[in-house]
């Protein structure tokens, strides 16, 4: 094998392995603004995009997932690369949205192959900083409760008492 296919396989195996997930696009149609447009969005959420050909990505793919792409890697390809999957997903889907043509046909998910169904799916999952937010209020619930019990059991001894002064003060009234 040539020296500069070699260099490819290690740059895909590379780029993969230090992402997250690896998805699988087709970009027949599309022009090199629209390509240039999907880099930018994808650069700001720490991720790329790269145009390879289908037998160098089986190949590096099956060396370092062993994972088979056969059934994905049909056609023109590229793939996207980057850390957080859920946010790839994202720019993914607005950008087939924008532009019909463009289509996803799977993903690799630490060494999961994923349906572009799945990676679809990927899409609708809240952000991570939505998720830790729904988290940090579940873990929150339990404390706030037992502060409104304790300040509601507070309440009512500073009702109880005001009676009682009432009644006393009442009584020497009286007298």
């Known amino acids: 094998m040539r020296p500069e296919k070699l260099w490819m396989i290690d740059h895909i195996k590379g780029v993969s392995q230090s992402s997250g997930v690896v998805v699988m696009t087709d970009f027949t149609g599309l022009s090199a603004a629209a390509v240039g447009q999907l880099r930018g969005r994808l650069k700001e959420v720490s991720g790329s995009y790269l145009v390879v050909k289908n037998r160098l990505l089986k190949r590096a793919m099956k060396e ?20 957080d999957p859920i946010a790839l997903a994202k720019i993914l889907k607005g950008f087939g949205a924008e532009f019909e043509i463009f289509k996803v046909k799977g993903g690799l998910l630490k060494d999961q192959l994923l349906s572009s169904k799945q990676v679809a799916q990927l899409a609708t999952v809240p952000s991570r900083e939505v998720l830790l937010s729904q988290l940090m209020g579940i873990l929150k619930k339990p404390a706030t409760s037992l502060v409104y019990v304790l300040k509601s059991q507070l309440t009512a001894l500073v009702v109880l008492l005001g009676k009682i002064k009432d009644q006393k003060e009442q009584t020497e009234e009286k007298k």
């Open 64 to 83: 370092i997932s062993g994972v088979d792409l056969s059934s994905v890697a049909k056609g023109p390809t590229g793939i996207v690369v980057g850390e």
